[in-house]
Structure formats: C-alpha cells, structure tokens
C-alpha cells in the first residue's frame, strides 16, 4: 500500500511541478506588468530546476517522495532570488537612467545581500547531513544546492541577459552616446 501511494503522489508532484512553474510565469508577469521580464525572472529558476534535476539523474537517484517535494520547494526558493534583483534593477535604472550605470550600485548592496542569504540558508540545511534518515539527508543537500545555484544564476546570468536585452526592458531609457560620437558630433 505504502508503494502504491508513494508512486501515486510522485506522479501527482511531477505533474505538480509543472503546473506550479506556469503559475509562478504567470505571477511574474502580473508582477513586473510585462512578460519580457516575467520570462527574464523565470531564467535563474529554469536554470536551477535543469541544474538540479539532471544531476538527479546523472547520479542515478530515483525521484521519490523526498525529491518530489524539493520540487515544490525549488520553485519559491530559486524564483525569489531573481524577483529581489529583477525588482531593485528597475528601481536602480529608474534613478540611473541607463543600465550601465545601474550595474555598479546592483553589484554593491543587492547582490551582496543575495550572495550572502544564499550562502547562509545553504549552509543551514547541510547539518542535516548528519541526520540517521537518508530522506533528511537528501533533503539537506539539495536544499542547499538549490539555493546556491538559484543565487549563482541570478548574480551571473540575469546581468548578462539584461544587458543584451535592455533595448527591450528599458525601452524608453536614455542612451549613452560614445565618446568618439560626442566629439564627431561636437565638431559638425
């Protein structure tokens, strides 16, 4: 009875997951009232969900009840990070004018507090390392892989997407003109 139960409520979280994953998109986009950066803020979580679960399966380790429920869990955990830097860059940009000029004051305080808060809740949950059940142990660590990846994700790849996509996220943004532009203009 138990298997049958437990092979039951692993297929429901599968199904689960991807159905929570359209939610949260959807929930994104309502937030930031556009789907550009309701799909940009899905990114570090998609990155960590394939990060994660391949390595699920390249270790050969069955998605059981412990690995179903981190799936529920990963999708608030690994989406947070990016909804905080997603938020405090259009708040920096607003005031800067222009995303080159927000990237230093988004690497001072915001990404610290990132990095920081993935490194401390990802160590907390590695004590259950040492805990006498496989199921809180699996737990553990990929807890804390799921947040470190989420934080690395968000710090690495959502700079560099915004960057080749700020014509579009910040479309009425000042530009910045090149030096070697000004002068030629200044000399016509």
């Not at 990016?82 to 800067?96: S, V, Y």
Request: hydrophobic share 55%.
């Amino acid at each position: 009875m138990n298997v049958v139960w437990q092979e039951k409520m692993v297929s429901g979280m599968a199904m689960a997951l991807f159905g929570s994953f359209v939610v949260v998109l959807l929930l994104m986009a309502l937030l930031f009232r556009s789907l550009l950066w309701g799909l940009l803020c899905m990114i570090p979580l998609t990155v960590t969900i394939g990060a994660i679960y391949g390595l699920i399966g390249i270790v050969g380790k069955n998605y059981d009840m412990p690995v179903a429920v981190l799936s529920a869990l990963s999708l608030g955990l690994a989406v947070d990070y990016a909804i905080h830097f997603l938020a405090r860059t259009r708040a920096t940009q607003a005031e800067t004018g222009s995303w080159r000029r927000s990237v230093a004051p988004m690497f001072g305080e915001p990404a610290r507090a990132i990095t920081r808060n993935a490194i401390v809740l990802g160590v907390g949950f590695l004590p259950l390392l040492a805990a006498p059940l496989v199921p809180y142990q699996t737990v553990g660590v990929f807890i804390a892989a799921i947040l470190l990846t989420a934080g690395l994700s968000t710090l690495l790849i959502l700079p560099a997407l915004i960057t080749l996509l700020q014509r579009w996220l910040f479309p009425g943004a000042r530009r910045a003109v090149p030096n070697s532009q000004k002068q030629e203009e200044g000399v016509q």
